[in-house]
Nanobody, 125 residues
């Protein structure tokens, strides 16, 4: 059974940073591409960042480039999302996802096979 378990969310003030973690089990970690998505209240789920197998390539939503960093550690079967200088508009539930057939990385949620339960990030002004 494949499981993705996110952690690290919480309540922070604007300007602070957070590190989200997603531990993956039940699948050979090195064979999956990984992504982070988020869903704010009343909005659709949107792409945040993705990384290819072995982490050789990464991709980010345009608005988050330079502020968020995705990183995978295969030895720990874990993918991280480092979020710096957070703002209230970053408030959302953040989900990690794993894809077995993603060519390299993808911004499309439909290409990911497995999802975590999400972790809440709330940024106060």
């Amino acid at each position: 059974q494949v499981q993705l378990i996110e952690s690290g969310g919480g309540l922070v003030q604007a300007g602070e940073s957070l590190r989200l973690s997603c531990a993956v089990s039940g699948i050979t970690f090195s064979t999956v591409s990984l992504g982070w998505f988020r869903q704010a209240p009343g909005k659709e789920r949107e792409f945040v960042a993705s990384t290819s197998r072995r982490g050789g390539s990464t991709d980010y939503a345009d608005s988050l480039k330079g502020r968020f960093t995705i990183s995978r550690v295969d030895a720990k079967s874990t993918v991280y999302l480092f979020m710096n200088n957070l703002e209230p508009e970053h408030t959302a539930v953040y989900y990690c996802a794993a894809g077995t057939a993603v060519p390299e990385y993808s911004q499309s949620a439909d290409e990911y096979d497995y999802w975590g339960q999400g972790t809440q990030v709330t940024v106060s002004s």
